[in-house]
């Protein structure tokens, strides 16, 4: 009788043992793809920033090209890369985006008409409403990047210290 109590109390040992092990691991590896995906939402956070950046340094290039008559090297716009990343990790964002596609497209049309009276001759003409046409499309850059900003602590923050695994597993086990 008494070798049959040792064996059930081996035998709880190595369920309890086994349960705390696999539910452990299981745990941990859920931290982990937690872990790795705030990590891949930071850098897709950090990509937005900098599309939003190099969108308007490409726009400068396009005025100095069309409107100036400054020879550039242009590329794609990397405008589709900004609203791919939006549409994908910040849908919040979407609207701010068109908006701002939007200002950028009057923008762009201005640019193009501007470098069409240039090449008419009508330089004043061609730089009359340059202001108006470039504030707007500012406005709307500076709002996107304030959203950004705004968006930036969420991506921060950290897991409550507070959790029933910081407190350890006898938290688990207390009876009530």
Not at 4 to 28: H, N, P
Not at 54 to 75: N, V
Not at 110 to 120: C, F, N, P, S, V
Request: aromatic share 10%.
């Amino acid at each position: 009788m008494a070798g049959d109590a040792s064996i059930w109390t081996t035998l709880l040992a190595v369920i309890v043992g086994g349960a705390i092990g696999v539910s452990g691991s299981w745990i941990i590896e859920r931290r982990k793809e937690k872990s790795e995906r705030k990590r891949h939402r930071e850098n897709k956070f950090e990509e937005a920033v900098t599309a939003v950046y190099e969108f308007d340094h490409w726009l400068d290039k396009y005025r100095l090209d069309t409107a100036i008559g400054k020879e550039q090297q242009m590329t794609s716009s990397p405008f589709a890369k900004l609203e791919g990343i939006v549409a994908l990790h910040f849908p919040e964002l979407s609207e701010r985006t068109s908006t701002l596609a939007s200002a950028a497209r009057e923008y762009q049309l201005y640019l193009a008409q501007a470098g069409g009276k240039r090449l008419e001759g009508k330089i004043k003409e061609a730089i009359k409403d340059f202001g108006p046409a470039y504030t707007k499309y500012g406005a709307e850059r500076n709002k996107l990047l304030d959203a950004l900003k705004t968006l930036a602590p969420a991506l921060h923050k950290e897991i409550p210290k507070d959790g029933w695994l910081q407190k350890g597993w006898a938290a688990l086990f207390r009876s009530s």
